[in-house]
């Protein structure tokens, strides 16, 4: 993209020109051809997606899990009271009028709708001898599927959706979530569940506006210029809009979670402002330093500008390799994600440098009070703090370092606790309608029944109630199991029922309730029962076969196909960015250390993630409503983000060290005068980029809340310990090692160079002259 950056400096008026209606032109793709956000996905090769290809045989039922429910109980008193009735009976008639509803069931009476089943029901339509004889088996399935708790005090309503019983429009799903929230009172408590209200329960984020502020606040401390300050942010956000409607076209070929567009956005605003910030910096360094406004821009762009492509390239590739999970969930996430990097990245590459080429030294222009008084005279050598600071780590680098890494490694032991799964409803805020229902229907029905298990059964002969009867015994009996959907006394009606079976009678289902929360360890572990020992149990008596499926199986699924890809991503990922490391820095130890220490950051952040959001340390000053364990996706995603951000920084800092090297081949000078020269920087963007996330701590949403302090405990640890400390140290050690490559493979190589600035380099002041003459060799050996 050199070339780009390039033009953009020679004719920046049509550069900027270029880049707005480039920038319509996606709005206008993205607002007119945007798909849908779902947290649809598909798992291959488990047994829960086998268990849900069998139930799709069987004919719609009434009694299953329902897309979205509604469920109420009043303060005092029973659901049944007439008053609770009157309540709630409008809130039910208003949400069956919606567009993507076609029934709204109702216990008091008949359901509510334009698509609702006939209830027959009690054997009505039978003859007498057959309605006398199964009169206690519709008894049972009468108590047993009550939308009615035993004690009356909570009743819930399932609602249908069109389509296939989950689409639903993003203002119906609103009209729903507003209609509930209205119906509570201080005499009604009223919740609504169901995936496909997530997004429309969920409060509208603030966070981008926080991070923002904050950013400006960092960035005018920093520069002392408001117009410094306020070009990254503007140049960030503007490639930031590109990659938001980009995410809505890849919405439309791939599935993207709801989450996403929030996500990506906390990802392309903080890596944007860093991006910008690195290049401005570079370009201000070079305007102090006396070059004229085109030099300055072409420096900057040559050697901040062709890191910041070179760092973004390793962000997208680290996102990319989310690929090789082969999980449609991820791959939606991992190209939103990476097309927004993309956008700020060429905002950082075509319209900043435009912008800088025309305004010059006005891009330094309305000075703050606090700031220093400089002038352009190439007599400022920048970064005096940081080169003191260096030559202190120098002393004895072996005992900086031995304290990075034993801050990191003590702040990583909680990793060893981790425990992957989905978090429930529990976890949402109070007044979160989701919670107010999942709470009611534990209060009411029991914990196990906002997470049952569905078994689709595959009988060894067509509609054999035998072999049926005695699977359901079996299931009940297992230990963690509180009931089954049919029990006993219900299985009778399967002798006339048009439901139980599919269209061969092979095919049926039982679900089954625990008698634990859907996140609880216990729940866990009877899946792994019901699996390892109840279906071999069931095959040995009656030859039938059982697979567990139903939303917790899957989720468990899920979490057990990531434990199992995980060390196969982690290889790629950093392979890869090993390889990209070597090839820029034509080094073997440079890039080794790198991964590893993107290790070792990668384990402190989830260290820091188990303590607050598993084991409830500082949950309540940071908005944790309930622990539990952590969602099973968050250390890929952490991995591939941080693993990009912290090669980022190792670009901006080791590129600055290497362009010393190449003009001295003095090492511990290279080291020194590399942090003196880029360490500010990094002090900077590492600030802004945690303070961005962590603007993202306080949202209601909890999978936000859990990336956001992940993040931004990544990007803490692995600038302020690994990056400014521990690497320093590592390389002051190293020696000359740090810059060999055996001849054959530099050789092989492609020569990929950060080229030097002339000038402003950092260091190059009165005192500060090569220490180590032992290493000191001429320029070119």
């Not at 920046?12 to 032109?25: H, I």
């Not at 029905?445 to 298990?453: A, I, K, R, S, T």
């Given at each position: 993209m050199g070339a780009l950056s390039r033009w953009a400096v020679r004719k920046?008026?049509?550069?900027?020109?270029?880049?707005?209606?480039?920038?319509?032109?996606v709005v206008g793709v993205g607002t007119r051809l945007g798909g849908e956000l779902n947290d649809s996905f598909?798992?291959?090769?488990?047994?829960?997606?086998?268990a849900t290809a069998m139930l799709s045989t069987l004919p719609p039922n009434e009694g299953g899990e329902a897309a979205v429910r509604i469920v109420w109980s009043p303060t005092s008193g029973t659901a049944t009271d007439p008053a609770v009735e009157s309540a709630i009976t409008p809130v039910l008639q208003d949400i069956a009028a919606l567009d993507s509803v076609t029934c709204v069931s109702n216990p008091y009476g008949e359901s509510f709708g334009r698509d609702c089943p006939a209830t027959g029901g009690g054997g009505g339509d039978l003859p007498d001898f057959l309605a006398e004889q199964l009169a206690p088996a519709f008894e049972a399935t009468a108590k047993a599927t009550s939308p009615i708790s035993a004690d009356g005090t909570v009743a819930f309503a399932r609602v249908s959706l069109a389509g296939n019983g989950a689409e639903i429009s993003a203002a119906d799903a609103g009209a729903i979530v507003a209609a509930v929230k209205a119906a509570n009172t201080d005499a009604l408590q009223v919740g609504a569940?169901?995936?496909?209200?997530?997004?429309?329960?969920?409060?509208?984020?603030?966070?981008?506006?926080?991070?923002?502020?904050?950013?400006?606040?960092?960035?005018?401390?920093?520069?002392g210029s408001l117009i410094a300050a306020g070009m990254p942010i503007i140049v960030a956000l503007l490639g930031l809009v590109v990659g938001q409607m980009l995410v809505l076209v890849v919405a439309r070929f791939l599935d993207v979670a709801t989450f996403a567009p929030t996500l990506a956005a906390m990802i392309g605003l903080g890596v944007g402002i860093d991006y910008a910030l690195f290049v401005m910096n570079r370009y201000r360094q070079a305007l102090l330093a006396g070059h004229d406004k085109t030099a300055a821009a072409n420096e900057a762009i040559a050697t901040a500008g062709r890191a910041v492509q070179f760092a973004g390239a390793t962000v997208i590739i680290a996102l990319l390799g989310l690929f090789v999970l082969r999980i449609s969930f991820f791959n939606g996430l991992a190209v939103a994600a990476a097309v927004t990097v993309l956008s700020v990245m060429l905002a950082a590459l075509w319209l900043l440098p435009a912008l800088l080429s025309l305004l010059g030294t006005k891009a330094l222009a309305i000075r703050m009070p606090w700031a220093r008084k400089t002038k352009v005279d190439g007599n400022l050598p920048e970064g005096r703090s940081f080169l003191a600071?260096?030559?202190?780590?120098?002393?004895?680098?072996?005992?900086?370092?031995?304290?990075?890494?034993?801050?990191?490694?003590?702040?990583?032991?909680?990793?060893?606790?981790?425990?992957?799964?989905?978090?429930?409803?529990?976890?949402?805020?109070?007044?979160?309608?989701?919670?107010?229902?999942?709470?009611?229907?534990?209060?009411?029905?029991?914990?196990?029944?906002?997470?049952?298990?569905?078994?689709?059964?595959?009988?060894?002969?067509?509609?054999?109630?035998?072999?049926?009867?005695?699977?359901?015994?079996?299931?009940?009996?297992?230990?963690?199991?509180?009931?089954?959907?049919?029990?006993?006394?219900?299985?009778?009606?399967?002798?006339?029922?048009?439901?139980?079976?599919?269209?061969?009678?092979?095919?049926?289902?039982?679900?089954?309730?625990?008698?634990?929360?859907?996140?609880?360890?216990?729940?866990?572990?009877?899946?792994?029962?019901?699996?390892?020992?109840?279906?071999?149990?069931?095959?040995?008596?009656?030859?039938?076969?059982?697979y567990i499926g139903g939303s917790q199986a899957i989720t468990q699924d899920f979490t057990q196909v990531l434990i199992d890809v995980l060390p196969l991503f982690l290889g790629i990922v950093i392979f890869l960015g090993f390889l990209a490391l070597m090839i820029l820095f034509r080094s073997i130890l440079v890039p080794l250390t790198a991964a590893a220490t993107s290790l070792l950051s990668f384990?402190?952040?989830?260290?820091?993630?188990?303590?607050?959001?598993?084991?409830?340390?500082?949950?309540?000053?940071?908005?944790?409503?309930?622990?539990?364990p952590i969602f099973p996706f968050l250390p890929v995603m952490v991995f591939a983000i941080l693993f990009g951000l912290s090669m980022d920084y190792q670009v901006f800092l080791v590129s600055r060290m290497q362009e010393e090297w190449d003009r001295t081949r003095d090492n511990v000078l290279s080291v020194r005068r590399g942090l003196a020269g880029s360490g500010r920087v990094v002090v900077i963007a590492a600030a802004i980029m945690s303070s961005v996330f962590l603007a993202f701590v306080p949202s209601t949403n909890g999978t936000i809340k859990l990336f956001g302090l992940a993040l931004a405990s990544a990007v803490?640890?692995?600038?302020?310990?690994?990056?400014?400390?521990?690497?320093?140290?590592?390389?002051?050690?190293?020696?000359?090692?740090?810059?060999?490559?055996?001849?054959?493979?530099?050789?092989?190589?492609?020569?990929?160079?950060?080229?030097?600035?002339?000038?402003?380099?950092?260091g190059d002041v009165p005192g500060d002259t090569p220490e180590s003459t032992q290493e000191r060799q001429p320029v070119g050996v």
């Open positions: 920046p008026v049509w550069a900027l020109v270029a880049w707005f209606v480039a920038m319509v032109a598909a798992l291959p090769d488990t047994e829960s997606t086998t569940g169901g995936q496909v209200l997530e997004f429309a329960a969920t409060e509208p984020p603030s966070s981008e506006a926080i991070g923002i502020v904050v950013a400006i606040v960092i960035l005018l401390i920093a520069f600071y260096a030559r202190f780590l120098q002393k004895k680098p072996i005992i900086p370092a031995l304290l990075a890494l034993g801050v990191v490694v003590v702040v990583a032991i909680p990793t060893f606790s981790l425990r992957l799964g989905f978090a429930d409803d529990s976890g949402k805020p109070e007044t979160n309608t989701a919670r107010i229902a999942y709470d009611l229907m534990s209060e009411g029905f029991g914990p196990g029944v906002n997470g049952p298990f569905f078994a689709a059964v595959n009988l060894p002969a067509p509609r054999d109630l035998d072999a049926l009867a005695e699977t359901v015994q079996i299931i009940s009996e297992t230990p963690g199991v509180a009931s089954t959907l049919p029990n006993a006394d219900m299985l009778p009606i399967y002798s006339i029922s048009p439901t139980a079976f599919s269209d061969n009678g092979i095919v049926t289902s039982i679900l089954i309730t625990p008698d634990s929360a859907p996140q609880d360890i216990a729940t866990s572990d009877l899946l792994q029962r019901l699996r390892n020992e109840t279906a071999p149990a069931i095959e040995a008596a009656t030859g039938a076969t059982i384990a402190a952040a989830m260290g820091i993630t188990v303590a607050v959001f598993q084991w409830g340390w500082l949950a309540g000053p940071l908005g944790v409503t309930s622990t539990g803490i640890i692995d600038a302020f310990i690994v990056r400014l400390v521990l690497v320093p140290s590592l390389m002051t050690m190293l020696g000359r090692a740090n810059w060999w490559i055996p001849g054959w493979l530099g050789r092989m190589l492609p020569r990929i160079q950060v080229e030097a600035g002339d000038g402003e380099i950092v």
